[in-house]
């Protein structure tokens, strides 16, 4: 069933984009963090991914971009098992972190997730203390034994964050009385709290005004020393200015990824062009 | 790949706006070296004084092209094609403004000439080098006017003959100034106009690799002809191969 609909909504699709164009693959395995190959998404019957071969770098900050409804969202939380909250939602095709299948039977979403960290749009702390945020996952998972050990992990987990300066004197006051960027920077802590592997941001920033999006951007770069990112974002200027590749997503089809800095300089796609260039498609 | 237009249309009017005045500028800066090319053959003085007194405008166009490229590089950030043209307008329009300059030395030596009776061989030699800068510079402004990169290649494939015609033209002068030693001062302001006829043809070329830069996207000044053949025109090798040997 599901390979019928893919076939029939593949002959209706616009014909324009046959292959992903540029350097969807990583040439060196061991450089690999997570791959998918001939992912699909549907909703129900309706097809929202076609097919997405694309590899996620070590260390790398990977951009998805492109218009509203082009299913970069809907790619992102496939790779933790976000949709699966969804219940019409269904995934095919194969999704590797470290070369292990994520939807295999074996595989526990929450401890995925716990590897695959996600931060959203809007920032979106629980209604807990600023400590309490942070310590969440840690004590969920286990992963500390004691309140000295667990005091560690919070002030190493804010400082990774950048927020450890501006609240280490007020962490027992809630979370939601921070600021836009501090809130969305408390998330990050409590993200890298578990020790991720892989940070999932959808449009991290597109609440914040340009200062906290200069200090989340900031603070991503340093992240990508120890982490992978990769972020969903309409601004292209963001795209730009973090990421290493940049992966163009065009009704639900990967159309191009290459690095940034070619991709906005001289993209190989015109369906590409048209997008960072702000013309009719 | 050509492209349509803007979703903001006033994007697209400021983009064609510079694009005109570039254009214009070229315009200008192609009359020029036509007069001072006239002025030189003809040894007409006047046209001379005339072409060394005519580079304001250009300067002029030049300054404010610069200005609209920045105004627009910080209000929209272009990007991809947008950006390329913006860059290569920038690069052109200083090479235009270079090759003003040179035409108003032109003109002065002209001037400085005046009716001075010259050896036959001199003339001619001059004139080939001046003819051949000249429609070097109309091919790379009509290159870049309809962002033709197979054109702008031809050019920067003529533009060798330029040294060639330069180093015959020197010969010439050498010989001519070991004739008689009242030639030199003379032979020196020709061999200054044909030194500028060079640039001229130098500075068409590098027009020529913008061209191929905004069409290409891929930055080809400093690489032979026959790397950018194998680059970005590798189905040409075949049939140009004569062309080269």
Request: with cysteine; glycine share 6%.
């Amino acid at each position: 069933m599901s390979t019928e609909i893919a076939d029939k909504n593949r002959d209706e699709f616009d014909i324009e984009i046959l292959n992903t164009v540029g350097k969807p693959f990583i040439d060196k395995p061991e450089d690999i963090k997570m791959a998918t190959r001939d992912c699909d998404v549907f909703y129900g019957d309706k097809q929202a991914i076609f097919g997405v071969d694309l590899d996620i770098g070590k260390n790398e900050i990977i951009a998805m971009i492109g218009p509203s409804g082009c299913g970069k969202s809907t790619y992102l939380r496939a790779l933790n098992r976000m949709n699966d909250t969804i219940e019409i939602c269904r995934v095919s095709g194969s999704l590797t972190l470290d070369g292990q299948d994520i939807y295999s039977k074996k595989q526990d979403p929450v401890l995925l997730r716990a590897r695959v960290g996600m931060v959203f749009q809007k920032p979106n702390p629980f209604p807990k203390s600023i400590y309490d945020n942070v310590a969440y996952g840690a004590r969920l998972h286990g992963l500390v034994s004691n309140k000295a050990d667990l005091d560690d992990l919070v002030e190493a987990s804010l400082t990774k964050a950048g927020l450890f300066k501006e609240v280490k004197d007020n962490l027992q006051k809630p979370g939601t009385g921070l600021s836009g960027g501090q809130q969305q920077r408390l998330c990050i802590a409590r993200t890298i709290a578990v020790d991720p592997e892989v940070i999932l941001m959808d449009e991290p920033t597109s609440a914040l005004d340009p200062i906290a999006t200069a200090i989340i951007e900031e603070l991503m770069d340093e992240l990508r020393h120890n982490y992978t990112i990769a972020i969903v974002t309409h601004s292209m200027q963001q795209a730009a200015r973090i990421s290493q590749r940049t992966a163009y997503f065009h009704l639900g089809k990967l159309v191009e990824v290459n690095a940034t800095n070619d991709v906005f300089t001289n993209p190989e796609h015109q369906l590409t062009e048209n997008y960072i260039t702000g013309r009719f498609g | 790949m050509e492209n349509g237009d803007h979703i903001l249309q006033s994007y697209d009017q400021e983009l064609e706006e510079i694009r005109s005045k570039a254009l214009e500028m070229g315009g200008l800066v192609e009359k020029q070296v036509s007069n001072a090319l006239q002025a030189v053959l003809e040894r007409d003085v006047e046209l001379g004084e005339h072409v060394a007194s005519s580079d304001a405008d250009i300067n002029e166009l030049e300054v404010e092209i610069d200005e609209e490229c920045a105004s627009i590089i910080a209000r929209r950030q272009p990007a991809a094609g947008d950006l390329r043209l913006l860059l290569s307008i920038i690069k052109i329009t200083t090479d235009l403004e270079r090759i003003g300059d040179e035409a108003e030395q032109i003109g002065l030596y002209a001037s400085q000439l005046g009716n001075h009776v010259s050896n036959q061989g001199m003339s001619a030699q001059l004139r080939h080098l001046g003819e051949l800068a000249h429609s070097l510079l109309k091919l790379a402004l009509d290159a870049f006017a309809r962002m033709d990169d197979e054109q702008a290649m031809d050019v920067a494939k003529k533009s060798r003959r330029v040294s060639r015609e330069f180093d015959d033209l020197s010969r010439i002068l050498i010989t001519h100034m070991m004739d008689d030693t009242r030639n030199i001062k003379n032979a020196l302001r020709v061999i200054w106009c044909a030194r500028a006829f060079e640039r001229i043809g130098n500075h068409s070329t590098n027009i020529c690799e913008f061209v191929i830069y905004r069409v290409k996207g891929k930055d080809i000044r400093h690489t032979s002809l026959k790397k950018i053949r194998k680059k970005l025109y590798p189905e040409t090798l075949k049939d140009k191969k004569s062309d080269d040997e």
